[in-house]
């Protein structure tokens, strides 16, 4: 039972538009989402996060929407740009004495010139 | 350094061979963890260390044995590996005890390893 889902595999966008990237979630516990990008042949590097108390964050291009009645997040990148090709997880917390993140499949983003 | 360092990067094994992952944090943080990631799978965790106790074996075969020495080092000792454990093995820590929810935990580069 997958409780974290990014269901689009790939995205494909024009450089300088914007990336919207989408993840679901069905345990009603978690407490705190997080974005991460992965190149490859590296580790998750952490992008953005959002606690269940707000719906939206923003730092810089990046911005993160979180409806919870949904049980949905969204990342949006704008102006989108080539070095923002990447695959990008969606992981969500839960705090039961230690910390479990539970994530996504990933959705690999390309951007294209 | 800087961040989490793991190694080696790559690794090839046997499936008699006795091998041992290696991960550090200079971050000064008090949670350190082991995640594996398959291909076409989300990463899994695997073990948590708090405070250098583990505090979850996330039903994880006993070919695979974690140490904690110290805060800044965790160890993933390997024997008797299978093929199907071939995977990027990826070490992470946070810092617990952050007022309500915001534990982020940060990554390191990952040993890529193959089993024959």
């Known amino acids: 039972d997958q409780q974290v889902k990014q269901n689009s595999p790939s995205l494909s966008v024009q450089e300088g538009r914007i990336s919207i990237l989408n993840c679901d979630y069905t345990n009603s516990m978690f407490d705190y989402f997080l974005w991460y990008k992965k190149y490859p042949a590296e580790g998750p590097t952490f992008l953005i996060s959002?606690?269940?108390?707000?719906d939206k964050n923003e730092d810089g291009r990046f911005t993160v929407f979180l409806n919870k009645s949904a049980k949905h997040l969204s990342l949006h990148i704008v102006p989108s740009q080539p070095g923002d090709s990447a695959v990008y997880f969606c992981?969500?917390?839960?705090?039961?004495?230690?910390?479990?993140?539970?994530f996504g499949q990933g959705t690999r983003l390309t951007i294209n010139p | 350094e800087t961040g989490v360092t793991q190694t080696p990067r790559h690794l090839v094994m046997g499936m008699t061979n006795k091998k041992s992952l290696k991960c550090e944090q200079h971050l000064g943080h008090n949670a350190m963890y082991w995640y594996k990631q398959s291909a076409k799978k989300p990463l899994e965790l695997m073990f948590v260390?708090?405070?250098?106790?583990?505090?979850e074996n996330n039903s994880v075969p006993s070919r695979f044995s974690p140490e904690c020495p110290n805060s800044s080092h965790l160890f993933l000792h390997l024997h008797t590996l299978q093929p199907e454990d071939s995977a990027l093995y990826l070490c992470?820590?946070?810092?617990?005890?952050?007022?309500?929810?915001?534990?982020?935990?940060?990554f390191g580069p990952g040993t890529r390893l193959l089993v024959l």
């Open positions: 992470a820590s946070s810092q617990k005890g952050v007022t309500g929810p915001g534990e982020t935990q940060y």
């Open positions: 260390y708090s405070l250098e106790e583990r505090v």
């Open positions: 992981a969500a917390s839960l705090i039961q004495g230690a910390q479990k993140l539970v």
């Open positions: 959002i606690s269940s108390i707000k």
